[in-house]
């Protein structure tokens, strides 16, 4: 099965999978599934790295980040496209939420059909819309 995973449970899974569920670690090492990362988080973990919010091994650079993630853990990187923009374009903001990476990564995992896993307690509010959603 695919699965598309938040850059949260993305920068977990980097950190020594601390913080991730049994469950959601047990879908995560199945090499029966798929695993996607966006090209947003990618993005966003690159953007935290350079701003020294996350700390990685120190021989890790941000450049390195496709590499770890394609070689190294073996994701795929889902690119966005121009279905993923148009299916945020039609998506409607729930209260309290308006983060744009969020609901880029939303748009993506609902245009895809892949469930989401993410700890974020706010994407379930998008269930209604569609977003098939496994909580971490």
């Known amino acids: ?6 850059t949260n449970v993305f920068i977990q899974f ?4 601390h913080g991730i569920s049994d469950d959601v670690q047990e879908i995560l090492s199945d090499y029966e599934n798929l695993i996607y990362v ?3 988080s990618i993005k966003e973990f690159i953007h935290l790295i350079q701003e020294g919010r996350v700390i990685l091994d120190k021989n890790l650079r941000s450049l390195d980040i496709f590499d770890l993630t394609e070689n190294v853990l073996g994701f795929n990187v889902k ?6 923009l148009q299916t945020l374009a039609k998506l409607e ?3 309290g939420h308006n983060d744009p990476n969020d609901r880029l990564i939303i748009s993506q995992a609902m245009t895809e059909k892949m469930p989401l896993i993410s700890s974020d307690t706010k994407f379930p ?3 209604k819309f569609g977003l098939n959603f496994i909580s971490n």
């Open 38 to 40: 966006s090209s947003e």
């Open 79 to 84: 690119y966005v496209s121009k279905e993923h």
């Open 125 to 127: 509010r998008y269930v």
């Open 1 to 6: 099965m695919r699965y598309l995973i938040d």
């Open 93 to 95: 903001t729930v209260d």
């Open 14 to 17: 980097v950190n020594d999978k």
